[in-house]
């Protein structure tokens, strides 16, 4: 499945980089790194946002409780079939296109607040009203203790997080191609 999913990730990142950020998919190590921020045995309700092949979606799927309602984000039509067909046996699961509509959507689904965001969404080259969007509804949709986790392969949107959250920690995953910055937000500071 590995080696399937690294072309996967090549041929959609050759196609069209602005939306896939990388040319492999996440490693183990940037996989725990993000899960490990999350409180599964409480979170009822969680997002992930650029689910790609559905690397992370497995593993939250594997821990999440099993009424948590699970929020996928992806664009591609195709990885969502994947992910979909991959992930069937979790009845909380539903995989949705648009991370900007993400507070419109679990809105429409009876759901408040989320207690975690996770996000492999390349913000550095996403246009910058789309990351604003994207960003604004991660922060309409998180529970006052909920948090926002993201990986970059910079320190770019740093400061776009300082801006908007009251407590970063940062971490930094060296095994995974490329490495990169693991930033878990918490406390809106609007």
């Known amino acids: 499945m590995k080696f399937k999913e ?3 990730f090549l041929k959609r990142f050759a196609g069209n ?9 996440s490693s183990r190590f940037l996989t725990r790194a ?8 409480n979170a009822k309700a ?3 946002l650029g689910a790609g092949t559905g690397v992370f979606t497995r593993e939250i799927v594997k821990r999440a409780r099993p009424d948590a309602k699970i929020f996928v984000f992806e664009i591609d039509p195709d990885l969502q079939a994947m992910i979909k067909n991959e992930n ?11 991370a900007q509509e993400l507070n419109n959507i679990i809105k429409s ?17 996403l246009p910058a009203d789309m990351t604003k969007n994207i960003l604004d509804a991660v922060q309409l949709s998180l529970k006052p203790d909920g948090n926002f ?16 959250f009251a ?8 095994f995974n191609i490329p490495p990169a910055f693991v930033y878990d937000c918490r406390g809106d500071k609007r």
């Open 88 to 98: 069937h046996e979790h009845k909380g699961l539903r995989i949705c296109s648009d």
């Open 34 to 41: 993000m899960l490990s921020k999350v409180d599964w045995k």
């Open 6 to 8: 690294s072309m996967i």
């Open 167 to 174: 407590k970063i920690s940062t971490s930094f995953v060296l």
């Open 109 to 125: 689904e009876g759901i408040e607040f989320l207690d975690a965001v996770l996000s492999s969404l390349p913000f550095t080259v």
């Open 149 to 164: 986790v993201a990986y970059q392969y910079s320190s770019i949107m740093k400061k776009k997080l300082i801006e908007r």
């Open 46 to 48: 969680v997002a992930e």
């Open 17 to 25: 980089p602005g939306r896939i950020g990388s040319v492999t998919p």
